[in-house]
Nanobody, 126 residues
Framework: QVQLVESGGGSVQAGGSLALSCAVS????????MGWFRQVPGKEREFVSA????????RYADSVKGRFTISRDNVKNTVYLQMSSLKPEDTAVYYC???????????????????WGQGTQVTVSS
């Protein structure tokens, strides 16, 4: 089993920055594709960003491209999401997700991830 624990959420004013972390424990392996998703009440969980297990491939939702940066440290078994130029519409619960993959691929669909963290709230005020 894999456990994911997010941290770093909080409240910030528009234009500010926050950095999220997701620590992976349990049956850890460097061949884990990771992703970040977010959800607001009444809406479906949406894709934010993903990174392949090598870190060599990344993908972003159009809504965050140029403002968010995903990275990972396979020694620390941690994936990060650096968020800058935050907007009120970025307010959501942010979840990290993990999936073991043989190929160094990106997963951008929530159903492809079997492991999820508990989520961390990000609130951006105008």
């Amino acid at each position: 089993q894999v456990q994911l624990v997010e941290s770093g959420g909080g409240s910030v004013q528009a234009g500010g920055s926050l950095a999220l972390s997701c620590a992976v424990s349990g049956r850890t392996s460097s061949t884990i594709a990771m992703g970040w998703f977010r959800q607001v009440p009444g809406k479906e969980r949406e894709f934010v960003s993903a990174i392949s297990w090598s870190g060599g491939r990344t993908r972003y939702a159009d809504s965050v491209k140029g403002r968010f940066t995903i990275s990972r440290d396979n020694v620390k078994n941690t994936v990060y999401l650096q968020m800058s130029s935050l907007k009120p519409e970025d307010t959501a619960v942010y979840y990290c997700a993990a999936a073991y993959k043989f190929w160094d691929q990106i997963l951008a669909v929530s159903s492809e991830y079997p492991y999820w963290g508990q989520g961390t709230q990000v609130t951006v005020s105008s």
